[in-house]
């Protein structure tokens, strides 16, 4: 009774965290929105330097310290890691663009693709086959994709940038055996030296912290909150609940984000473009319930 009791609770808390990380995920752009202000660039500096500083006092207090130092002793993963974190400075950069120039329905459909878009990769560069469904899931999305291309005559490239470095950054993480703390810290440290380069030679006078108001200081440094809060609690989760029941809960922060453009920053949904967003949903609830049979079924194997 106390291990089934534990596993529930594990379980609790784990859907608890999952629904914690994607809904911070998708109400980002509230904070990114005040800071609008300021370019793209200098918050991406920002966000790398406090994920810095916060990531490493974390790894200090959880005394993974001579984790971090075999990490760095090793050039191979290293090198990964580093095209690994310019890879997601690059998603991060333009996902902060699109927040603070009014394409957060543009974001949100690169987040709502990414799922299929980590099928294909798998396909391609893991020699992952693809199941029925899942062809027919990534088909629909081609084909949503491809309406809007001929309704606006041009590439939804926000969308389609968005899901292809998010998708790459993961391919890449999931070829190193480096938790995603560890993983962070590095990836920000690589990339912290052209962070502070820029702070010091093209900042705005936003970049002086001395002559900032206290409150927009504590605005900037908890980017590094931003970063890292949902990251923990997405960790916590796949610790006590199964990545593919995780899975189901990613698409909290797009929909929020898709919620947050409608109706609070009024962005325009064209009707070709909700044509687009529809064919993208139906291939998510079939891939969601291709997922939901292929953990059946696997649940039913270990059984």
Same mark, same amino acid.
């Given at each position: 009774?106390?291990?089934?009791?534990?596993?529930?609770?594990?379980?609790?808390?784990?859907?608890?965290?999952?629904?914690?990380?994607?809904?911070?995920?998708?109400?980002?752009?509230?904070?990114?929105?005040?800071?609008?202000?300021?370019?793209?660039?200098?918050?991406?500096?920002?966000?790398?330097?406090?994920?810095?500083?916060?990531?490493?006092?974390?790894?200090?207090?959880?005394?993974?310290?001579?984790?971090?130092?075999?990490?760095?002793?090793?050039?191979?993963?290293?090198?990964?890691?580093?095209?690994?974190?310019?890879?997601?400075?690059?998603?991060?950069?333009?996902?902060?663009?699109?927040?603070?120039?009014?394409?957060?329905?543009?974001? %949100?459909?690169?987040? $709502?693709?990414?799922?299929?878009?980590?099928?294909?990769?798998?396909?391609?560069?893991?020699?992952?086959?693809?199941?029925?469904?899942?062809?027919?899931?990534?088909?629909?999305?081609?084909?949503?994709?491809?309406?809007?291309?001929?309704? $606006?005559?041009?590439?939804?490239?926000?969308?389609?940038?968005?899901?292809?470095?998010?998708?790459? $950054?993961?391919?890449?993480?999931?070829?190193?055996?480096?938790?995603?703390?560890?993983?962070?810290?590095?990836?920000?440290?690589?990339? %912290?030296?052209?962070?502070?380069?820029?702070?010091?030679?093209?900042?705005?006078?936003?970049?002086?912290?001395?002559?900032?108001?206290?409150?927009?200081?504590?605005?900037?440094?908890?980017?590094?909150?931003?970063?890292?809060?949902?990251?923990?609690?997405?960790?916590?989760?796949?610790?006590?609940?199964?990545?593919?029941?995780?899975?189901?809960?990613?698409?909290?922060?797009?929909?929020?984000?898709?919620?947050?453009?409608?109706?609070?920053?009024?962005?325009?949904?064209?009707?070709?473009?909700?044509?687009?967003?529809?064919?993208?949903?139906?291939?998510?609830?079939?891939?969601?319930?291709?997922?939901?049979?292929? $953990?059946?079924?696997?649940?039913?194997?270990?059984?």
């Amino acid at each position: 009774m106390n291990v089934s009791a534990n596993a529930s609770n594990a379980t609790r808390t784990g859907v608890i965290c999952a629904i914690a990380a994607y809904t911070m995920w998708g109400i980002a752009p509230l904070y990114f929105k005040e800071l609008a202000m300021l370019p793209a660039a200098e918050i991406l500096v920002h966000r790398v330097i406090w994920s810095v500083i916060l990531v490493f006092g974390l790894i200090v207090a959880t005394k993974q310290i001579p984790a971090l130092v075999s990490v760095m002793r090793n050039k191979k993963i290293m090198g990964i890691l580093f095209i690994a974190g310019v890879l997601l400075a690059a998603n991060w950069l333009l996902y902060i663009w699109a927040v603070n120039n009014d394409k957060i329905l543009d974001a %949100s459909l690169g987040y $709502y693709i990414n799922p299929m878009v980590n099928v294909f990769l798998g396909r391609v560069f893991l020699g992952e086959k693809l199941r029925p469904l899942q062809r027919v899931a990534v088909l629909l999305a081609i084909v949503g994709v491809t309406i809007l291309i001929v309704s $606006y005559g041009q590439l939804p490239w926000i969308a389609l940038v968005l899901a292809c470095t998010f998708g790459t $950054y993961g391919l890449l993480r999931k070829r190193v055996p480096v938790d995603s703390l560890t993983g962070l810290f590095v990836e920000t440290l690589l990339l %912290s030296p052209f962070a502070i380069v820029y702070w010091v030679m093209f900042g705005t006078e936003y970049s002086n912290l001395a002559t900032n108001d206290l409150s927009f200081n504590i605005l900037l440094i908890a980017s590094g909150v931003i970063t890292t809060a949902p990251l923990l609690c997405f960790t916590a989760a796949a610790k006590r609940i199964m990545y593919s029941t995780l899975g189901f809960f990613q698409y909290i922060g797009p929909t929020l984000m898709f919620i947050l453009a409608v109706t609070l920053y009024g962005e325009p949904l064209e009707e070709d473009r909700l044509v687009t967003f529809g064919f993208v949903w139906a291939g998510l609830v079939l891939f969601s319930l291709d997922s939901l049979r292929a $953990y059946r079924v696997q649940k039913q194997a270990k059984a």
